[in-house]
């Protein structure tokens, strides 16, 4: 079956500019989650959602970073006033429940470049 | 503190030469744990879970196993395209998991 897909693939904006970033979950996942990995990082976790709740917002960077989640499917990841330490890989990944015993399963990313 | 620590950050291998991936957890109410490999360019690809001390998991050259305080990652007479990051990662008591920095993993032909 499909599986997650991200969009775009690859981001190039301008120091200040508002990007949106767009996470298709896998049919049926009710829990989807929002990650950032920097060049030879590991993952940081940023959002997740519970269906269109997001229960912890605790890992967004700043209150430039907003995500929210329609109809228990899609999710959006927005970033107001991009600044350069914001250029990262922006993953995306979904699963059964969102509890800890089951696998995340993740999408291609998108590779956001702030210059 | 929860924590997942992984060793060695870098491991090369020629082709055929079997190694270990060790994966240290220290997690309050282990839920599950995860490895992932993760390709240049590519988000993680799911490979095992492992619930329980004792339990092993294998999959083509791959086998993981799980102790009460460790994970192994073998890899049997690998081939070049193993090469690649493997990341593990540790379920908590709550929703979220626990990740480790991850290993890289070149194997030469």
């Known amino acids: 079956g499909a599986g997650v897909s991200q969009s775009p693939s690859n981001k190039v904006t301008e120091k200040g500019k508002d990007v949106e970033l767009r996470c298709d979950p896998i049919?049926?996942?009710?829990?989807l989650y929002w990650y950032r990995q920097s060049l030879g990082q590991g993952l940081e976790f940023l959002i997740y959602f519970q269906g269109n709740s997001a229960p912890d917002k605790s890992g967004l960077p700043s209150d430039r970073f907003s995500a929210e989640r329609t109809g228990g499917s899609v999710s959006t990841l927005t970033i107001q006033r991009t600044q350069q330490e914001d250029s990262a890989v922006y993953l995306c990944?979904?699963?059964?429940?969102?509890?800890?015993?089951?696998?995340?399963?993740f999408g291609p990313g998108t590779r956001l470049t702030v210059t | 503190e929860d924590q997942v620590t992984q060793s060695p950050e870098a491991l090369r291998l020629q082709e055929g030469e079997s190694s270990s991936l060790n994966c240290s957890y220290t997690?309050?109410?282990?839920?599950?744990l995860f490895w992932y490999r993760q390709d240049p360019g590519k988000g993680p690809e799911f490979l095992f879970t492992?619930?329980?001390?004792?339990e092993e998991k294998e999959k083509e050259r791959l086998k993981a196993t799980l102790t009460k305080k460790e994970s192994f990652l073998h890899i049997t007479a690998p081939k070049p395209e193993d090469s690649a990051t493997y990341l593990c990662?540790?379920?908590?008591?709550?929703?979220?998991?626990?990740w480790g920095a991850g290993t890289k993993l070149i194997i030469k032909p």
């Open positions: 997690v309050s109410g282990l839920r599950g």
């Open positions: 990662a540790a379920g908590s008591s709550n929703y979220q998991l626990i």
């Open positions: 049919s049926g996942h009710t829990a």
């Open positions: 492992l619930y329980s001390a004792g």
């Open positions: 990944a979904s699963s059964v429940r969102d509890t800890s015993s089951y696998e995340q399963y």
